[in-house]
């Protein structure tokens, strides 16, 4: 089974997406189960996991309901507000959601982020995600993964989902700056990274992307994380901003070819099996 483990569905509504700006203009519109299937099926992607797209809890309830409706999305992370004090009995509501994997809050382009995750509220709310075994993942900016070092260490309990290798700045070309920074994150070996959302990093200002150039990032993830915790994702349809989702497939197959079969079914596969326990969703 091969699975993308970032993809997004919506109906689309501009007051629900006040992230999907003015020049997104391609992502304007539903981008619904009924898409994305036949884009998997062309390049032989067999489940998928659908993450939130918008900070409201009804997202959760959405995508769950799109995943019991499509037995091909095995898994959900949703969103719920970490910081409230009855985080718990809202997560509750959710308890019998076999498809809910985890959660994440989106930190990226928020200046209360180093604040944030050091307050004694939102710890205490990722604490109790992984004490139920569920994930938390990790939407933030290379700028802000220094940020992420100590939280990371805290927050040892289940794993922490790196979304997009934090979004290094592909097209300033400042990959040393970026190892720097993910090294230490890469070093906690309940981190695990996903090889998603790059094209959209890489783009530069007439809207051109170098492959070869992402692959330089592909490798130096390979070698911090290893085979283990590294998986595969398309962020689709945010990539459609500038890739297909077959060109953004393609991009990983052609980097992944000089890997052991070993190493490609972790890539694949077994990572995002593992991670979001999906041997355990029928």
């Not at 700006?21 to 994305?36: H, N, V, Y």
């Not at 290379?142 to 290798?165: I, N, T």
């Not at 300033?172 to 070996?189: F, I, Q, S, Y």
């Not at 390979?222 to 077959?246: H, K, N, Q």
């Amino acid at each position: 089974m091969r699975i993308d483990s970032h993809v997004h569905l919506w109906r689309f509504e501009a007051e629900q997406y006040p992230w999907i700006s003015t020049d997104m203009r391609s992502l304007k519109q539903d981008r619904l189960a009924s898409d994305l299937r036949p884009l998997m099926v062309d390049q032989g992607i067999d489940a998928c996991v659908a993450i939130q797209a918008r900070e409201k809890e009804e997202e959760t309830g959405f995508l769950l309901d799109l995943a019991r409706n499509n037995p091909w999305i095995k898994a959900v992370v949703g969103w719920v507000d970490l910081t409230r004090d009855d985080i718990s009995q809202r997560l509750d509501r959710w308890a019998g959601a076999d498809q809910l994997r985890g959660f994440r809050y989106v930190l990226q382009n928020n200046p209360q982020t180093p604040t944030l995750v050091s307050s004694a509220a939102f710890l205490s709310g990722v604490r109790l995600l992984q004490n139920r075994s569920l994930v938390y993942e990790i939407l933030i900016s290379a700028d802000q993964l220094k940020v992420m070092h100590s939280f990371c260490r805290a927050l040892d309990d289940h794993w922490l989902v790196l979304d997009h290798l934090g979004k290094p700045d592909i097209r300033g070309r400042l990959l040393e700056n970026w190892r720097r920074d993910v090294e230490p994150l890469a070093r906690m070996p309940h981190v695990v990274c996903k090889l998603s959302g790059l094209v959209n990093e890489a783009t530069d200002t007439q809207g051109k992307f170098d492959g070869e150039h992402i692959h330089e990032y592909l490798d130096v993830a390979l070698e911090l994380f290893g085979p283990d915790r590294i998986m595969f994702g398309t962020d689709w349809p945010v990539c459609t901003l500038v890739s297909s989702y077959a060109e953004t497939t393609r991009i990983i197959e052609r980097w992944s070819s000089k890997l052991s079969p070993a190493e490609q079914a972790s890539l694949w596969s077994e990572t995002g099996a593992r991670v979001y326990g999906l041997n355990d969703i029928s």
